[in-house]
C-alpha cells in the first residue's frame, strides 16, 4: 500500500462524508450546512429562517449576519417582531395609556433582506417576543432562528429573563445568536 499524503487523507475524508450523507435519510441529514466560497460563507440548504428583530443594535446584527449568510439562497426569511399586549387594566377599559408600536424598524428589515435578493415575510405579533419567534419558526418549519444577543442588565434580566437564552433552552431548531460587538 502506497504512503498517502495528508492531501490525499483529506480528499478520502471529504469523498466518506459525501457518501455518508448521501446516504442518510432526510431526517437525519445537516440541513444547516455553512459552505466556504470566494465572497465568504454561505448557507446551503436552507428553507426558512426566522430573524427576531426589535430595532436594538443586537437584533441589527443578526440581520446583516443573516444577509451575509443566506445571499444568493433560495432561503425565505421570516421577520418577527412582537409587541407587548394591552394590560388588564387597559381591556377593561380603565386605562388611557397606551404606548404606539413603532415598526418602522421592521420595514426597513425588511427592505435590507428586499435588496439583498433574498424573499421575506414579516410577521408582527402581539406577544412575548421569545414565544412569538418559537412560534412562527415552528409554523414555518424554520430551519435556523437567528436573534442578537443583547440583554436586560440587573434586576430586571433576573426576574424577566432575555429572550436569546429562553431561546437556548426552548428552541426545537439551530440557533444563531449574533453579537454586535
Do not use: W
Not at 67 to 74: C, K, M, P, S, Y
Not at 116 to 143: F, M, N, S
Amino acid at each position: 500500500m502506497p504512503l498517502r499524503t495528508s492531501s490525499d487523507l483529506r480528499r478520502v475524508r471529504v469523498e466518506e462524508q459525501r457518501n455518508r450523507r448521501a446516504s442518510a435519510s432526510p431526517q437525519h441529514r445537516a440541513y444547516a450546512l455553512v459552505t466556504a466560497s470566494q465572497n465568504g460563507r454561505k448557507l446551503c440548504g436552507m428553507n426558512a429562517i426566522v430573524v427576531g428583530t426589535d430595532g436594538s443594535p443586537g437584533a441589527e446584527a443578526a440581520v446583516q449576519k443573516v444577509i451575509e449568510l443566506a445571499r444568493g439562497t433560495d432561503a425565505t426569511v421570516h421577520l418577527v417582531s412582537a409587541y407587548p399586549g394591552s394590560s388588564a387594566l387597559a381591556r377593561l377599559g380603565m386605562s388611557a395609556k397606551q404606548d404606539p408600536v413603532d415598526l418602522r424598524g421592521v420595514a426597513y428589515d425588511e427592505h435590507r433582506f428586499g435588496e439583498a435578493g433574498l424573499a421575506v415575510e414579516k410577521h408582527v405579533r402581539e406577544g412575548e417576543p421569545a414565544h412569538t419567534i418559537l412560534d412562527v419558526a415552528a409554523e414555518q418549519q424554520a430551519d435556523l432562528i437567528a436573534v442578537g444577543a443583547r440583554g436586560f442588565t440587573g434586576q430586571r434580566r433576573f426576574t424577566l429573563g432575555s429572550v436569546p437564552g429562553k431561546l437556548a433552552h426552548h428552541a426545537q431548531t439551530s440557533l444563531l445568536i449574533v453579537r454586535n460587538d
